[in-house]
């Protein structure tokens, strides 16, 4: 019993002590760089995505698992954002929440919404 609470234990402290080093990593900032590229990936295949959904089904998606003929690799991207739709699902908000690790810093030109269904007043208060 006193080897099953130590092995406990000692798994205890090593998964306290990964958190750390992963906390520190990221808090350091070297992550910045992949987690933008990653991010600017992600939020560019999801709205790709959700636009998509609009065409074939002539409106956006109650949710994003909604989404049909997903690749597996866009599912990572729809699983790295945050999807808003208003009630009747005629326009939403987008964010992304994971580039590579960290949460990503991006700012989209206006262009880049152009044509699509994207409102930012859309975005949820904190």
């Known amino acids: 019993m006193l080897i099953i609470g130590l092995a406990a234990l000692g798994l205890l402290i ?7 080093v992963i906390h520190s990593i990221i808090i350091s900032g070297i992550t910045k760089g992949p987690d933008n590229l990653f991010g600017d990936q992600n939020l560019k295949t999801a709205v790709a995505l959700i636009e998509l959904n609009k065409v074939r089904y002539g409106k956006y998606p109650d949710k994003l698992s909604n989404i049909k003929f ?20 005629t326009r939403y908000y987008v964010e992304v929440e994971r580039g590579w690790v960290g949460k990503p810093t991006l700012q989209m030109p206006a262009e880049f919404w152009q044509g699509t269904g994207y409102d930012p007043s859309l975005k949820p208060k904190e």
């Open 14 to 20: 090593f998964l306290f002590i990964a958190y750390m």
């Open 70 to 89: 997903t690749g597996q690799w866009d599912q990572l991207a729809l699983n790295s954002v945050a999807y808003f739709p208003n009630a009747d699902h």
